[in-house]
């Protein structure tokens, strides 16, 4: 389908364990992102790619890893799951940096660590 | 500092009337873009409206539109003749023009309406 897909979408997890949220994208968009949303805070940026092998961190990228090898992919891994990292998890692309140019959102990831 | 405020956890209004939903915003930059985002129960974000530091006129979507008073960094969000589907959270979010930031966009902590019958 086109657009832009994330799987999970329902996820649960242990304390420590290793988890991958994908992201994938049918638009050829050179940025996307991965956001986190927790009440109380709106959404907060995690990792943003440019390109393909073009990755930085966002505002809480602390126990999360990225990779971006293909232009429609950004998956995000966690590397040892703790607690508070139970949240709603977004996926965003975009064709340009530009002001004007739309992020679309996938459908999220819900991840509960227990 | 926070970059977007949204001031109003929670707004009520009754159907067909109009609400206002603030948004202030905190930038240096001359070039930036103000975005609103709808949030339904199901969890999706859709897209609602945008407006460029640059456009002289407020940006209007069908019954949304933009009250943007660049002097005071307000970047408000009107409904007009609300509907029961209008109950959602809104979130209001800004992207800035520096090329540094990679058209990341900040996001305030958003609005949840409740329009009733």
């Known amino acids: 389908d086109a657009g832009i897909t994330q799987s999970p979408r329902y996820k649960i997890t242990e304390t420590g364990r290793q988890v991958t949220l994908m992201c994938h994208q049918t638009?050829?968009?050179?940025?996307m992102f991965w956001y986190r949303q927790d009440l109380g805070h709106g959404l907060r940026l995690i990792y943003y790619s440019a390109a393909a092998d073009i990755t930085d961190k966002g505002e809480v990228p602390d126990g999360y890893v990225v990779s971006r090898s293909k232009t429609e992919n950004f998956p995000l891994t966690l590397e040892s799951a703790t607690r508070s990292q139970t949240s709603v998890y977004f996926c965003?692309?975009?064709?340009?940096?530009?002001?004007?140019?739309?992020?679309?959102f996938g459908p999220g990831t819900r991840l509960t660590v227990t | 500092a926070q970059k977007i405020t949204q001031t109003q956890p929670g707004m009520f209004v009754q159907e067909k009337e109009a609400v206002t939903l603030d948004c202030t915003y905190d930038t240096s930059d001359q070039s930036y873009g103000l975005f609103w985002y709808k949030q339904p129960s199901s969890g999706e974000m859709i897209f609602l409206i945008y407006q460029g530091s640059y456009d002289e006129q407020n940006a209007t979507e069908g019954r949304y539109s933009l009250n943007f008073q660049k002097a005071r960094k307000s970047a408000n969000l009107v409904i007009s003749a609300s509907q029961l589907g209008d109950s959602a959270m809104y979130f209001c979010a800004m992207r800035e023009g520096r090329g540094s930031t990679l058209g990341r966009l900040y996001f305030g902590r958003g609005t949840q309406l409740t329009v009733w019958p």
């Open positions: 965003a692309s975009s064709e340009r940096a530009a002001n004007h140019y739309e992020q679309y």
């Open positions: 638009w050829s968009h050179s940025y």
